[in-house]
């Protein structure tokens, strides 16, 4: 049954948080409740029509207010929050709930539709309230609706933490439960469940815009893109183009994607096609980078090898001759000994191998290309980076017009310590303190440098991102490759520009930080008129 549960500054401004209106409330009394999805441990939700919950992919309200009878006498004098039997008794009184796979809650039995709720949740019907007034915010949540569930691998200093990966149950019920203590009752969750790609084409974004009430909307997509076909049994990894396609007809209905980014910024990050566009420029310090043909690679991957690692000696040519131009320091043009194969629409540190040659570069290629179901069109063959420690950069809510926003609000620094099979997804975590001692030689002017240098770059990066969208990204992690060349001084390289959703790599608040500025941003457009919806 519903049983117990798991447990800008001033602009926009937001509603206040939870509070309890009622004092005491008395067995068969009916009120307005609250429904939130991740307190229900079977995971039931409210539909209008028993197709919306058969069919997949299925949609229907997981938070937003409802009917309950008040099942025994409850006093606020005996509540405590962290006793569970001391929170409110109710009956569920809608006629309609579905889990994700479909099955629907048997509303005949009081025990599956007995639940205890906090009282924060609970107004009393004669009186003025939050549940008859208009929602503040309408959320649409796209999320994994499969048989097995998103891994949310919390362990290890590679691991997401205690809040899981983004696409996990634990990410997003972290992320409602910081909606509901942010704002209070005040908005709606509309979740739309999908098991595979296809799903994601049988939605209606006018249907779905139509659906919502609230004064401000978004979308938030639950899922990794991929050029892959479906079939891989991997949860929430979906094809590429078919999220895409979703996206960008959604945002033309006027749902604005509100995670992880607009489409064409999130194809930036996650393309990782900047990497090739932008490595000549001396100021954005990325690594060589050229983009190798599948086609090539199919003819004969040796010469595709072989082609790319020229192509690199021509690039460190003209970087030379760039950065001289631009009286930049560059490291020393000539041929490119080894580096690194990677793909672009890859997840957790997937599809990165070492090469030191030309046969281990073809042979690369030809794994990476030719996995079950790819469909990709290019992979990319970059020069190798020596660095001492990848400084992550956490930058939050970034304003061109306030330098002082460019600052990172968290810097974790870590170190591969191993590589699986030529891959790089072992590593090790460190504080600033242990880093400095471990990967600086306790050369705390040569770190200091490599942080200045690190801020400066991002200032660049972030100027760069000004022209590709005339909204900055409310979340960006820029991944800096830092090495000590001598007493005192240090090189930075750019590693990775990572989206919103990227891993917290530690960071304790990290969620807290990320998710509250993830709701600001759902406030920051106008509300639309009625009849404008």
Request: with cysteine; hydrophobic share 40%.
């Amino acid at each position: 049954g519903k049983g117990p549960g798991k447990g800008m500054a001033s602009e926009p401004r937001l509603p206040a948080g939870p509070r309890v209106t009622v004092q005491s409330l008395q067995p068969g009394e009916v009120v307005d409740v609250f429904h939130r999805y991740g307190q229900d441990p079977n995971g039931y939700f409210m539909v209008q029509h028993s197709t919306a919950g058969i069919f997949h992919p299925s949609i229907g309200w997981t938070d937003t207010w409802t009917e309950a009878r008040i099942s025994e006498a409850w006093s606020y004098q005996n509540y405590n929050v962290n006793e569970y039997k001391s929170w409110v008794e109710i009956q569920w009184l809608h006629p309609l709930w579905y889990n994700r796979r479909g099955h629907k809650l048997d509303v005949s039995k009081v025990s599956m539709v007995t639940q205890r709720v906090m009282p924060e949740q609970i107004r009393q019907r004669h009186e003025p309230s939050e549940a008859q007034q208009q929602p503040r915010l309408t959320l649409f949540h796209i999320r994994w609706g499969g048989e097995h569930p998103v891994n949310p691998v919390t362990e290890g200093a590679g691991g997401w933490g205690q809040i899981g990966a983004t696409p996990s149950d634990n990410y997003i019920n972290g992320f409602e439960d910081s909606i509901f203590q942010s704002i209070g009752p005040t908005y709606e969750i509309i979740s739309v469940f999908y098991q595979n790609s296809e799903e994601l084409s049988k939605l209606s974004p006018a249907l779905l815009r139509h659906m919502a009430q609230g004064q401000h909307v978004g979308a938030l997509y639950f899922m990794w893109p991929i050029v892959f076909q479906d079939g891989h049994e991997f949860p929430a990894y979906v094809e590429r183009d078919r999220e895409f396609q979703l996206m960008v007809q959604m945002e033309a209905t006027g749902i604005p994607t509100r995670f992880p980014h607009s489409a064409h910024i999130y194809r930036i990050f996650a393309s990782k096609e900047w990497t090739s566009q932008m490595c000549l420029h001396p100021l954005l310090r990325v690594p060589l980078t050229v983009q190798v043909s599948r086609q090539a690679i199919a003819c004969d991957p040796a010469k595709a090898a072989g082609n790319a690692i020229t192509a690199l000696a021509h690039l460190s040519e003209v970087r030379a001759s760039w950065s001289k131009q631009l009286c930049q320091d560059h490291p020393k043009a000539g041929p490119i000994q080894k580096g690194v194969a990677k793909l672009g629409w890859s997840w957790e540190a997937m599809d990165v191998q070492a090469w030191k040659n030309k046969q281990e570069l073809g042979l690369a290629l030809t794994q990476l290309i030719e996995q079950p179901g790819s469909l990709l069109d290019l992979a990319f063959v970059q020069e190798w980076v020596d660095f001492d420690v990848e400084m992550r950069h956490f930058i939050v809510e970034p304003d061109i017009a306030n330098p002082q926003t460019w600052k990172p609000k968290r810097i974790v620094y870590t170190v591969f310590k191993s590589q699986e099979q030529g891959s790089f997804r072992n590593f090790d975590r460190y504080e600033r303190k242990v880093c400095l001692k471990a990967c600086f030689q306790n050369d705390e002017a040569a770190l200091a440098d490599a942080e200045q240098q690190a801020e400066e770059l991002i200032g660049r990066w972030l100027q760069w991102l000004q022209a590709q969208t005339h909204e900055l990204p409310v979340v960006v992690r820029f991944d800096i490759l830092a090495r000590r060349t001598g007493p005192g001084k240090a090189t930075v390289m750019t590693g990775e520009l990572t989206e919103l959703g990227g891993c917290f790599l530690g960071w304790p608040k990290g969620p807290q930080v990320v998710f509250a500025a993830m709701l600001r941003s759902c406030f920051r457009d106008p509300v639309m008129p009625l009849n404008m919806r």
